[in-house]
């Protein structure tokens, strides 16, 4: 998607090993968001942030942690893979004002085995 | 626990029909709705947000709003086959200014 890019696409690991998944932005948002889809469940957000080195839990957050080092840079880190967390992740941008929505990229499907 | 709640479906329209998708939700403070669209295998696709009580026309599509019901519907007139996703309702919440996202409504429009 235009100005948000992610990887990568497809993934597939193994059970306990750490996993790091990279958003990417050329928009100059401050907020940016890391959500899980998985059937049933909808869009559950894991974590945000509101800036460089600003981040907060989302209600999904346990097992996993992230960082923003850069504007452009959202990085989630799966710090040891279990099954549960196979799933479809996608991150999201969203621009200053708040009548704003989300544009989001082309997310990445994780497969822990 | 803040809710947004949507009737999975799937919603089956014949082609050029009105179809019409439900969503509500838990906090009466939120000020902001959002309408995507999610096609299979693909990311969530802004298509309406709606901020004010009534309607809100946009091509084929009409956002509704109705804040004293807590309720926020989107209508698509003249269904076509490729209006057959999911649709995802969303709510920016009064505190915070996160979206919280119902589960969405799967639209089969047949031909």
């Known amino acids: 998607d235009a100005g948000i890019t992610q990887s990568p696409r497809h993934k597939v690991t193994e059970t306990g090993t750490p996993v790091t998944l990279r958003c990417h932005q050329t928009?100059?948002?401050?907020?940016m968001y890391w959500y899980r889809q998985d059937p049933g469940h909808g869009l559950r957000l894991i974590h945000y942030?509101?800036?460089?080195?600003?981040?907060d839990k989302g209600e999904v957050s346990d097992g996993y942690s992230v960082s923003r080092s850069k504007t452009e840079d959202f990085l989630l880190t799966l710090e040891s893979a279990t099954s549960s967390q196979t799933s479809v992740y996608f991150c999201?941008?969203?621009?200053?004002?708040?009548?704003?929505?989300?544009?989001f990229g082309s997310g990445t499907r994780l497969t822990v085995v | 626990q803040k809710e947004v709640e949507q009737n999975s479906g799937p919603l089956s329209v014949p082609e050029g029909a009105i179809a019409s998708l439900n969503c509500t939700y838990s906090d009466r403070g939120s000020q902001s709705f959002f309408w995507y669209r999610q096609y299979s295998g693909k990311s969530p696709e802004l298509i309406m947000f709606?901020?004010?009580?009534g309607d809100k026309e946009d091509g084929r599509f009409t956002a509704q709003l109705n804040k004293a019901s807590q309720y926020v519907s989107l209508l698509i007139r003249d269904s076509q086959p490729s209006d057959s996703a999911t649709y995802l309702c969303?709510?920016?919440?009064?505190?915070?200014?996160?979206?919280?996202f119902g589960q969405g409504t799967e639209l089969s429009v047949k031909p």
């Open positions: 999201a941008i969203r621009g200053p004002r708040l009548d704003y929505g989300y544009t």
């Open positions: 928009e100059n948002h401050r907020y």
């Open positions: 709606i901020y004010s009580n």
């Open positions: 942030s509101y800036g460089v080195k600003d981040t």
């Open positions: 969303a709510v920016r919440e009064n505190q915070g200014g996160k979206l919280i």
